[in-house]
């Protein structure tokens, strides 16, 4: 498919899943979320790791405050990102929660002045999407921020997408990189 048709059925399905998130109830989610942590935290790959990346959930994404939680009790290296300008984005290590303000696009990130983490230091990748494939095509906003940054380490990248999200229409062009694994409820 040329790259031009990659984009714009990109942007048609960003439209699509955004209705569907927002038709999702709060209880589905809620539960959804929850789920999802858990089996993040149950993975091997998570369990052996000394330092792990995640989003940190927005509104319309999976709730990632128990996964931080748990990351910060077990006394791993918690990395968050931070927008610094288009389509790009550093890892910052965080010691606490509170250490997390609105920032870009009202996303919480770190607003102190915290050292980047180089990507090669990274163990663990947890991702967010808008939707993705089972395989491990995903869907994003668009910016490219993950994309670049994901290109920059050899680690494990575990995209969280509630089940009901999962779809195998999402087309690949050639700068998306794909999810090692995809953790969902179901």
């Known amino acids: 498919m040329p790259l031009e048709n990659i984009k714009e059925k990109k942007q048609e399905l960003r439209k699509i899943v ?23 935290i149950n993975l091997p790959e ?46 910052y290590e965080i010691r606490s929660l509170e250490e997390l303000r609105p920032g870009k696009y009202g996303i919480l990130e770190p607003y102190s002045s915290w050292s980047i983490v180089e990507p090669k230091e990274i163990e663990l990748c947890i991702i ?38 999962l779809r195998e229409d999402i087309p690949v062009g050639r700068y998306d990189v794909l999810m090692d694994k995809v953790v969902s409820e179901g």
């Open 46 to 91: 998570y369990q052996d790791a000394k330092s792990v990346f995640s989003f940190v959930g927005a509104k319309i994404e999976v709730n990632t405050k128990p996964l931080l939680i748990d990351v910060l009790a077990k006394g791993k290296k918690l990395l968050v990102p931070k927008w610094i300008s288009r389509g790009y984005m550093e890892a």
């Open 18 to 40: 955004k209705q569907e998130i927002l038709a999702l109830s709060k209880d589905y989610c809620q539960r959804a979320d929850e789920e999802i942590c858990k089996k993040v």
């Open 128 to 165: 967010p999407c808008l939707a993705c494939s089972v395989k491990g095509r995903r869907l994003g906003y668009g910016g490219g921020y993950y994309d670049r940054f994901l290109k920059r380490g050899d680690f494990m990248k575990v995209v969280l997408c509630r089940s009901r999200l």
